[in-house]
Nanobody
């Protein structure tokens, strides 16, 4: 599956952003968001399976970020609220045929999110 992420930008602390990831090709995949901050390893942020019945977040975004998907549009979203400077990173979407956030099958290009204090 081909993935195209968008929606990044420069915002101030406390602001919101919504990232989108459009998928093409076979699309009944579990989808994920990862991020990589400067000088750090890439880390899992959130994931959602094909039906939306499985949703998982890493602890540092719980209560602030929401992952969702619109299967009719083949798009997954990451609504990010109350952004903090520590959320600054390149955000990547990824996909896998089965729920496997530790090793997705496909990756999209990243979209940069910068949060100023």
């Amino acid at each position: 599956v081909q993935l195209q992420a968008s929606g990044g930008g420069l915002v101030q602390a406390g602001d919101s952003l919504r990232l989108s990831c459009a998928a093409s090709g076979r699309t009944n995949y579990a989808m994920y968001w990862f991020r990589q901050a400067p000088g750090k390893e890439r880390e899992f942020v959130a994931g959602i399976n094909w039906t939306g019945g499985i949703i998982n977040y890493t602890d540092f975004v719980k209560g602030r970020f929401t992952i969702s998907r619109d299967n009719a549009k083949n798009t997954v979203y990451l609504q990010m609220n109350r952004l903090q400077p520590e959320d600054t990173a390149v955000y990547y979407c990824a996909a896998s045929r089965r729920w496997r956030p530790q090793e997705p099958d496909d990756w999209g290009q990243g979209t940069l999110v910068t949060v100023s204090s």
